[in-house]
């Protein structure tokens, strides 16, 4: 099994699937990853938490539709091509 332009793509597709589905009250408020907690002052600059938080939700909104295609895409040539 060699290291593919296919196999970084399908790799990178799976980490953005992994991101779009995780739930914010099942999961990322047990962590203390919630958006109540990220209350900051006005003119500080937001923190790495806040980041990853607001990279998470943009994810989630924007990418669940082209995941299903992209999914669907990447299954059919899984199919055809083996």
């Known amino acids: 099994m060699a290291f593919t332009l296919y196999a970084l793509i399908q790799a990178v597709i799976l980490g953005v699937n992994a991101v779009a589905v995780l739930h914010e009250e099942r999961f990322l408020s047990k962590i203390g990853w919630s958006v109540d907690q990220n209350v900051g002052g006005f003119g500080e600059e937001p923190g790495i938490k806040v980041q990853v938080i607001n990279l998470v939700r943009s994810v ?7 995941l299903i295609a992209v999914n669907a895409i990447c299954i059919v040539l899984l199919l055809l091509f083996g």
């Open 60 to 66: 989630r909104t924007v990418m669940r539709v082209p």
